[in-house]
């Protein structure tokens, strides 16, 4: 009976492995890859641009080369006389026209938005929640600078994994020497690994420690087809780095990027808001006057 057991436990365990490499080498790695991109016809983008514009400005476009040579339409709504200019940086999923319209909030800053590596224009590049986003950040960034922006006049603004991407930006940046004005930052992810796991328990429920080994499997296997090093996607480690004034807001019942998460990158930069029943993404907007009121009172706080 003994023997029995064992030899059913080792089926069990062997049947697992084997369906972990399988799941991490096959399934997971294009969850992560292929993030999905919205769905928006030419004329639903004028529109909204024309709807941003309302806030005073006029939009421009210029391609600019991000992270591993793909080509970015780079959105640049000019105000008269701007205080600076802010690069607004969207969540996994999303793309720049579900983000640029804060600059609505911010009407006597520049805004400048582009989709991470160009996919609303070729969705077939992969999503490397910061292995190559972190370049287009720095492509953005030296083109407000070759336009006229001094490094402490440009702030940028992020949600998710546009949080977290900024803190590896920021990282690269200030190993050029640049010190940009400040970071505004919505629920950071913190690391690649932890972003893969809450993002799978959103599927899986309390059964994602299942999935625990091929979740290791899947990290690396993407980074080897996207030809990046998951390694150094951790914004906590960048957050240690980093010296530039950072702003960071987020809800105590945010299941995506959870709080303790956040949290450790507070440990480094202690300007922490956290909103009671907020979840993902939804924290700044239910402060009184919204993410543009929180925003204000952080740039007033650093004199900006």
């Known amino acids: 009976m003994l023997r029995l057991w064992i030899r059913t ?4 365990l062997a049947v697992w492995f084997l369906m972990s490499v399988c799941v991490g080498l096959w399934v997971i790695p294009q969850l992560l890859l292929n993030a999905p991109t919205p769905r928006r016809t030419e004329a639903i983008r004028a529109r909204t641009r024309e709807a941003i514009q309302g806030s005073g400005g006029t939009f421009t476009m210029a391609p600019v080369q991000g992270g591993e040579g793909k080509v970015l339409e780079l959105w640049h709504l000019r105000r008269s006389s ?6 607004y940086l969207h969540g996994f999923g999303d793309d720049v026209w579900g983000t640029l319209d804060r600059a609505n909030f911010l009407p006597e800053w520049d805004a400048v938005g582009f989709t991470f590596r160009g996919r609303d224009s070729d969705p077939s590049a992969p999503c490397t929640l910061g292995g190559w986003e972190r370049k287009d950040v720095l492509a953005a960034f030296h083109y407000l600078e070759t336009v006229g922006f001094p490094a402490d006049r440009i702030l940028i603004a992020g949600w998710s994994m546009g949080a977290g991407v900024a803190l590896l930006a920021l990282e690269d940046l200030e190993k050029e020497g640049k010190t ?9 992810f913190e690391d690649l690994e932890r972003a893969a796991r809450d993002h799978l328990r959103g599927s899986l429920g309390r059964f994602e420690v299942v999935a625990y080994l091929a979740e290791r499997f ?3 296997e993407a980074g080897r087809l ?33 709080l303790d998460g956040v949290q450790k990158i507070a440990r480094f930069h202690p300007d922490l808001t956290v909103v009671h029943g907020a979840g993902h993404c939804e924290a700044s907007n239910r402060l009184p006057g919204g993410w543009g009121a929180w925003a204000r009172s952080r740039l007033s706080a650093w004199g900006v």
């Open 9 to 12: 436990l080792a089926a069990i």
């Open 180 to 188: 940009p004005g400040g970071a505004l930052l919505e629920c950071p």
């Open 218 to 220: 899947a990290i690396r």
């Open 82 to 87: 701007p205080r600076g200019a802010v690069i």
């Open 226 to 258: 996207a030809r990046f090093d998951p390694v150094q996607i951790s914004p906590v480690h960048s957050s240690a780095l980093v010296k530039c004034r950072i702003a960071l807001i987020t809800g105590d019942a945010d299941r995506e990027t959870p």
